[in-house]
């Protein structure tokens, strides 16, 4: 059973920063495309930032220049590096990738979600 556990959440000032990390345990032969998704109170989930197994990137226009995504292939573990956080940002990030167990397809997977608030 492939699972997502991502860590790092909490609680941070406006313009601090915050790093979360996402990592796949379970049968894992590989994974393609891992993302960062937020949704906050009343919004709808959004995509905040993408990373290929080749390493090219996407970001929301929201976060580009303040938040960087990674990816460590070997330790299947994904990084969302979130600076110059603003209020604006606080939701709860989710952690989302397609993974293969095996020769077979893709399935998509998510994560349980952690709370970021940017808050004085």
């Known amino acids: 059973q492939v699972q997502l556990v991502e860590s790092g959440g909490g609680l941070v000032q406006p313009g601090g920063s915050l790093g979360l990390s996402c990592a796949a345990s379970?049968?894992?032969?590989?994974?393609?495309?891992m993302g960062w998704y937020r949704q906050a109170p009343g919004k709808q989930r959004e995509l905040v930032a993408a990373i290929f197994s080749g390493g090219s990137t996407n970001y929301a226009d929201s976060v580009k220049g303040r938040f960087t995504i990674s990816r460590d292939n070997a330790k299947n573990t994904g990084y969302l590096q979130m600076n110059s956080l603003k209020p604006e940002d606080t939701a709860v990030y989710y952690c989302?990738?397609?993974?293969?167990?095996?020769?077979?397809?893709?399935?998509?997977?998510w994560g349980q979600g952690t709370q970021v608030t940017v808050s004085s």
């Open positions: 379970g049968k894992i032969f590989s994974i393609n495309v």
């Open positions: 989302n990738a397609d993974i293969r167990t095996d020769w077979g397809p893709y399935h998509n997977y």
